[in-house]
């Protein structure tokens, strides 16, 4: 079991930036996958971005590509949200999460293929 532990959300101005870490343990990292979703109010939770551990491969959803940028450290574990220019409809409770068996890339942006998840940070972008 993997255990993960989000930090870094707040309230951060739109234009601004603000980075999100997820810290990782339990066991020891090989081929999986690290991913961020987010659930805004009234809305079903989303894919925001994925990274694969062992080659850094990235994968981002439509309207965050160009502004955010996921990273991992392999020394410490831990995986990274670099949100720059965020935008009010980036308000949300974003999620860490992992995937520890193989998965096609097709199902990278499927909740269902990671089966370790976080408790969630809050992120509120003001206009």
């Known amino acids: 079991q993997v255990q993960l532990v989000e930090s870094g959300g707040g309230l951060v101005q739109a234009g601004g930036s603000l980075r999100l870490s997820c810290a990782a343990s339990g066991r020891t990292f090989v081929n999986y996958t690290m991913g961020w979703f987010r659930q805004a109010p009234g809305v079903e939770r989303e894919f925001v971005a994925a990274?694969?551990?062992?080659?850094?491969?990235?994968y981002y959803t439509d309207s965050v590509n160009g502004r955010f940028t996921i990273s991992r450290d392999l020394a410490k574990n831990t995986v990274y949200l670099q949100m720059n220019s965020p935008k009010p409809e980036d308000t949300a409770v974003y999620y860490c999460?992992?995937?520890?068996?193989?998965?096609?890339?097709?199902?990278?942006?499927?909740?269902?293929?990671?089966?370790?998840w976080g408790q969630g940070t809050q992120v509120t972008v003001s206009s």
């Open positions: 999460a992992v995937s520890t068996l193989w998965r096609p890339v097709t199902m990278i942006r499927d909740e269902r293929t990671y089966d370790s």
């Open positions: 990274i694969t551990w062992s080659s850094g491969n990235t």
